[in-house]
């Protein structure tokens, strides 16, 4: 299975602050690749699909790139509410499969 | 509004059999694929089974290959999932997705709870 890995494990910014956030995959996975925040207490939220693409309602602070097997997430300015644990997703190879998580936490 | 709803969490000792469902509404459930997602106490997630919009192509994670079976009614709006021969390490939050099979999952329901323990 393809195997993937999330740095760093735990990223610690201010509010107002940038956050970069990476997930690398054990091989090419294409642009089949989603992130997902989750709160605790809470389901799992889609944020980016096809490495890029915002989902409905997902603010412009959002945006995602790369492809193959290095991929990016990036908060432009975090807000409070954006503090939460967020998971990359590769769904180009069964079976699917998640990187372990990043979580952003208040600096 | 699109919404997911699981049921048929509970405590099970382990060896034993549980069978979750998860009712649809909000959307054209026989258009998508869907899938089950799981997530142990304290750990990240990791996806179970999918199947696609008509139950014919399914696919497991090799943990559960031969235990666990994945089924949707479509009359009813609904995905199941039979889970046999429970181990302790399958105690997690088991969530229901919209998606699955080579697509990313953009609709979660709020999860149900299986607990594996003597």
């Known amino acids: 299975e393809i195997v993937m890995t999330q740095s760093p494990a735990t990223l610690s910014v201010s509010p107002g602050e940038r956050a970069t956030l990476s997930c690398r995959a054990s091989?090419?996975?294409?642009?089949?690749l989603a992130w997902y925040q989750q709160k605790p207490g809470q389901a799992p939220w889609l944020l980016i699909y096809?490495?890029?693409t915002r989902a409905t309602g997902i603010p412009a602070r959002f945006s995602g790139s790369g492809s193959g097997t290095e991929f990016t997430l990036t908060i432009s300015s975090l807000q409070s509410e954006d503090f939460a644990v967020y998971y990359c997703q590769q769904y180009d190879i069964w079976p699917q499969t998640f990187g372990q998580g990043t979580k952003v936490e208040i600096k | 509004e699109v919404e997911l709803l699981e049921s048929g969490g509970g405590v099970v000792r382990p060896g034993g059999s549980l069978r979750l469902s998860c009712a649809a509404s909000g959307f054209a459930f026989d258009d998508y694929g869907m899938s089950w997602v799981r997530q142990a106490p304290g750990t990240g997630l990791e996806w179970v089974s999918g199947l696609n919009w008509n139950g014919v192509s399914t696919g497991y994670v090799d943990s559960v290959k031969g235990r666990f079976t994945i089924s949707r009614d479509n009359a009813r709006n609904s995905l199941y999932l039979q889970m046999n021969r429970l181990r302790t390490e399958d105690s997690a939050v088991y969530y229901c997705?919209?998606?699955?099979?080579?697509?990313?999952?953009?609709?979660w329901g709020k999860g149900t709870t299986v607990t594996v323990s003597s």
């Open positions: 096809g490495a890029s």
């Open positions: 997705a919209r998606g699955g099979l080579g697509y990313y999952m953009d609709v």
């Open positions: 091989q090419s996975v294409s642009n089949n």
